[in-house]
């Protein structure tokens, strides 16, 4: 098996907190996710062990299911979630928040570990056709979104 980490950053003009509490509300993930869903299993407060259900797209897959799961929340500063994906399996997510100047950088890695042919495919075309794209997109979103 492979493992295969990828970060993305943006630096947003927006207080901790704020960029805290906006991440670590998945239900919100919408918002800056283009064709996503999610929504809490059950009622209460953002913390470790809490569950979601999420649909999203994966390049020409529409309204793919995933389970995901709060692993880390440890405000303002580190939020991670793992999302169990179909065809991926676990597929860690984990957001860092760093005050600079004012402002905030988010950094958000994506951990998954993979079959090594799978991971070479990831690393030659899913990733740079697909992922860092879409990564890049979201990120985008999140940055206007906190700005706004």
Do not use: C
């Not at 098996?1 to 207080?15: D, E, H, N, P």
Request: charged residues 20%; positive net charge.
């Amino acid at each position: 098996m492979t493992t295969t980490v990828r970060t993305s950053q943006v630096l947003a003009r927006a207080s901790l907190q704020t960029a805290f509490d906006y991440v670590s509300d998945l239900t919100r993930h919408p918002e800056w996710n283009g064709g996503l869903k999610i929504e809490a299993v059950s009622p209460g407060p953002v913390e470790v062990g809490k569950e979601y259900v999420s649909h999203g797209v994966v390049a020409t897959q529409k309204d793919r299911p995933n389970t995901v799961q709060v692993t880390e929340y440890a405000p303002p500063r580190v939020f991670s979630f793992v999302a169990l994906d179909p065809n991926f399996g676990k597929v860690f997510h984990t957001f860092n928040f760093t005050e600079q100047n004012g402002a905030v950088l988010i950094s958000r890695t994506m951990t998954v570990t993979l079959k090594p042919l799978l991971a070479l495919l990831f690393r030659l075309f899913i990733y740079p056709m697909i992922g860092r794209p879409s990564m890049n997109k979201s990120m985008s979103a999140l940055k206007r979104k906190l700005e706004t």
